[in-house]
C-alpha cells in the first residue's frame, strides 16, 4: 500500500506545509504489443544535473541513451561472443542523422543549442507536411491521456486502462 505524506517540514522552525507536487514516481507498464516496462521519475536524486535516459531491453540486447552524455550510446548485443559481451559506448558521428549536420567528423560532440535547432528542424518540417521525428497534437493527446492515467491509478491504487 502507498504511504504519501501530505505535508512536510518548513525551514528551522519545522513548521509544515503541503505537499504540492511529489519527489519520486515509479509508473509499470503494460503496452499492447505485450512489453513490459517502468517509468522512474526522481526530482530530488543525489549526484544527477538533469538526468534523462532511455534504455531499452530486449531479447536482442539493450540500448542506452543518457542526455548528460548526449554524444554516445551504450550498446549491449547478446551475439557477441561471450568474451566480449558488455557494453560498448558508440560514439555519435557524421553517418548518424540527424547530428550529420552538426558534426564535421566522428569524435566532435552536439550542445544542448544543437538539439534543439534539430527539434525546430523537425517541427518546420512537419509544418511543411513532410514526415518529420516530432509528435504531433494527437500524439501529445496521448500523453497527456498517459499521465492522467499514471495519476488516477495512484489516486485509486490500481491499473488504469489507457485508450
Excluded at 515509479?26 to 543525489?46: C, D, F, I, P, Q
Excluded at 551504450?74 to 560498448?88: C, F, I, S
Excluded at 558508440?90 to 544542448?112: E, M, N, Q, S, W
Aim: proline share 4%; glycine share 8%; net charge positive.
Amino acid at each position: 500500500r502507498w504511504r504519501c505524506h501530505r505535508s512536510r517540514p518548513r525551514g528551522a522552525r519545522l513548521k509544515r506545509r503541503a505537499v504540492e507536487t511529489y519527489d519520486i514516481a515509479s509508473v509499470l507498464m503494460h503496452l499492447e504489443n505485450g512489453v513490459a516496462g517502468t517509468l522512474l521519475a526522481n526530482r530530488s536524486a543525489w549526484g544527477r544535473k538533469g538526468r534523462i535516459a532511455i534504455q531499452i531491453f530486449g531479447s536482442k540486447g539493450s540500448i542506452l541513451y543518457d542526455q548528460e552524455r548526449m554524444n554516445e550510446f551504450q550498446l549491449y548485443l547478446t551475439a557477441d561472443r561471450p568474451t566480449e559481451q558488455g557494453y560498448r559506448t558508440i560514439l555519435v558521428a557524421p553517418h548518424h542523422r540527424p547530428y550529420d549536420a552538426f558534426l564535421p567528423a566522428p569524435g566532435h560532440g552536439l550542445g544542448f543549442n544543437d538539439l534543439k535547432i534539430i527539434e525546430c528542424r523537425e517541427l518546420l518540417t512537419r509544418l511543411a507536411g513532410k514526415p518529420a521525428r516530432i509528435i504531433d497534437f494527437d500524439e501529445g493527446l496521448e500523453i497527456e491521456r498517459t499521465v492522467h492515467a499514471m495519476a488516477r491509478s495512484f489516486e485509486e491504487q490500481r491499473w488504469v486502462d489507457v485508450r
